[in-house]
């Protein structure tokens, strides 16, 4: 395995117990995956902590998703929960600075699980537009984002608490594939489908307290999933 990196960017303190593997050199990049006229390719990786970060003058949002069932499609809806998440200059250049972010995206994934995710189109969406496919039949899911750059670091709700996970976007395969791993990872789950938002979202807690275990987190070391 190769050795943990350490970049000078903030994160959570705890140190994972062994090196973690790369993403890089466990799971390939899709090949095939094109931007189209609206869509974009999504890169991301991402790493499981066991607890949240501390405290940190870093915006943090309320994210609501709400991925609709027999679709492909994710109804978002993102709340500031600090001044400086609601502040202009903390990342919305849209009018309404305090208000929610709506948006609803359509998410193609890519042929097999990996740092390429797959192609993505987001359209922003009013509020009355909103509440037209709110009403949708679909599962949810909760949490609060924190935003800790290059990272943004997920502390999940009920009944998902405990778990936190980290990730990073990137313009392009360069950049992603030479992102370092972040200080104090448990491991990364970028290869692991069971860690992106759609499975999370079908999954119950015992599902959940399953697949923390395998990586070493436990109820008494994962995060209360409050903050």
Request: glycine content about 8%; proline content about 11%.
């Amino acid at each position: 395995m190769i050795p943990q990196h350490r970049p000078a960017s903030a994160a959570p303190s705890a140190e994972p117990a062994e090196p973690i593997v790369s993403a890089a050199s466990t799971c390939s990049a899709a090949p095939g995956v094109v931007p189209g006229k609206y869509a974009r390719v999504e890169r991301e990786r991402r790493f499981l902590f066991a607890a949240p970060p501390g405290a940190s003058h870093g915006p943090v949002h309320r994210i609501t998703d709400r991925y609709l069932l027999g679709t492909r499609m994710r109804l978002r809806r993102v709340e500031p929960l600090s001044a400086r998440a609601a502040a202009p200059g903390a990342g919305n250049d849209r009018p309404g600075l305090s208000a929610p972010q709506l948006k609803l995206t359509q998410k193609i994934p890519a042929d097999s699980p990996g740092p390429v995710q797959g192609l993505l189109t987001n359209t922003y969406l009013s509020a009355a537009e909103y509440e037209v496919f709110a009403v949708l039949p679909a599962r949810v899911l909760r949490k609060s984002r924190h935003s800790v750059p290059p990272l943004g670091i997920d502390v999940f709700e009920p009944p998902l608490h405990g778990l936190v996970l980290a990730e990073a976007e990137f313009a392009d395969d360069a950049e992603m594939h030479a992102f370092e791993v972040p200080r104090g990872a448990v491991a990364e789950v970028t290869c692991d489908p069971r860690f992106t938002g759609g499975s999370l979202a079908a999954a119950g807690r015992g599902e959940l307290l399953a697949w923390l275990a395998e990586y070493g987190v436990t109820p008494e070391t994962a995060g209360n999933g409050n903050s």
